[in-house]
């Protein structure tokens, strides 16, 4: 048999996680990033975007195609699409990278979603403020993550602030802000058949804006799971999507809001290596090989805690008996993802000691809480 190469937009963690998840299935990667020193290249060859033919010979370097950052260049795909195929589609990333597209495509799917305005312009805002009332959150269609190219509006007179803030982008969207009691993500995966596997929800807790822990299965969440199910699999089946995908929800009193997607493999699923049958980055590189999907079933209760800023130390942390360490081999830097640590505790004192353990260690506070439930 012929070793097949999946070529992958971005050389992130993400591309390095789903290397680690191909060899084994004797899938090589390639990777086409700026950075030829980053975090995937010790996996498999980098193809620089900055060399002028680089995306010429990142299209020959592999035999179908894959992202990891969402903000891929459409024209790349554009370019790379006229000679070799990319999972997912073209058109589920061009939806999840314009925020406006995004809320439209749920409404049309009846996914719900917070009230909102596209803004363009501080008279638009002003409507948007008088539509909607207050608080709301306004945020840049394009480009922002981890909760930059946002502003949340309290009261009237920080309208002419936000703007002056987020003007330059033209294309905003302001949303009502959610009152919601949790985060959860549900992650699913689609084959090249048409199949759709999900994984638990994961609850996820963030700080300073960035995921700082996520556990899975979500307590309390047995009754939301099958309609995030239903939700994803509208999506997927809309979108005729093959691949990995995400999908934030705001937990509320009135139910479940979408918040977005994201076209890729997701930090909130990294607890899946361990903690599920088939990890997103396995089923991720089946799917986009054509192979049969494995079970997404959870085998264990887990927590996923980011390492972010500074390393711990690596003895400290697998001193903890149902510890796992990954490394992504990124240099120190402020709320920077430079890791993670998935633990599958075996009962809730064992998490207790281990959550505590963890708040130490760790250099950055996590908001790591020792009365963090879990269903063991
Ligand atoms: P996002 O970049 O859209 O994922 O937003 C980052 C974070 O900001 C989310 O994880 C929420 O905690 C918060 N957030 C975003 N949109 C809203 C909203 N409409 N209402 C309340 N909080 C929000």
Redesign the pocket.
């Known amino acids: 048999m012929s070793k097949m190469t999946i070529g992958i937009f971005g050389g992130g963690q993400l591309g390095r996680m789903m290397a680690q998840a191909a060899l084994p299935l004797n899938i090589q990667c390639t990777f086409f990033e700026a950075n030829t020193d980053c975090p995937s290249a010790v996996l498999g060859q980098v193809i620089s975007s900055q060399d002028q033919d680089g995306l010429q010979q990142f299209t020959k370097s592999a035999d179908v195609f894959s992202l990891e950052f969402e903000n891929t260049p459409l024209a790349d795909v554009d370019q790379l699409t006229q000679s070799k195929q990319i999972y997912p589609p073209r058109q589920a990333l061009a939806i999840a990278q314009n925020?406006l597209l995004e809320k439209s495509l749920f409404d049309e799917l009846d996914i719900p979603v917070?009230p909102?305005r596209a803004v363009d312009s501080l008279e638009s805002l002003q409507q948007a403020v008088s539509d909607l009332g207050l608080p709301?959150?306004l945020?840049t269609a394009t480009g922002?993550?981890?909760?930059?190219?946002?502003f949340?509006l309290k009261n009237e007179t920080q309208i002419n602030e936000a703007w002056a803030e987020l003007g330059a982008a033209k294309s905003l969207i302001a949303?009502?802000?959610?009152?919601?009691n949790r985060?959860v993500s549900i992650i699913a995966v689609r084959g090249q058949d048409g199949e759709v596997r999900t994984w638990d929800l994961a609850e996820?807790h963030?700080h300073h804006?960035i995921l700082s822990h996520s556990i899975v299965p979500a307590p309390n969440s047995l009754h939301l799971q099958p309609i995030a199910e239903e939700y994803i699999t509208r999506l997927l089946n809309h979108l005729d999507y093959v691949g990995v995908l995400t999908l934030?929800l705001?937990v509320t009193e009135q139910g479940m809001?979408a918040?977005?997607m994201a076209p890729r493999v997701h930090n909130s699923g990294h607890w899946s290596i361990e903690g599920a049958v088939c990890s997103q980055f396995e089923n991720h590189i089946r799917a986009v090989a054509g192979l049969p999907l494995g079970s997404t079933q959870t085998i264990r209760p887990t927590v996923m805690v980011n390492i972010i800023s500074q390393y711990p130390k690596t003895e400290s942390v697998l001193a903890l008996d149902s510890a796992h360490l990954h490394l992504y081999d990124k240099s120190e830097r402020e709320g920077r993802k430079l890791g993670h640590i998935t633990l599958t505790p075996k009962s809730k004192d064992e998490l207790t000691a281990q959550c505590r353990a963890l708040s130490q260690i760790l250099p950055e506070s996590l908001a790591l809480n020792e009365n963090m439930q879990i269903e063991i």
């Open positions: 925020r917070a909102y709301i959150v945020k922002g993550y981890d909760g930059k190219g946002q949340v949303e009502s802000f959610v009152q919601f985060e996820n963030h804006g934030e705001f809001f918040n977005e």
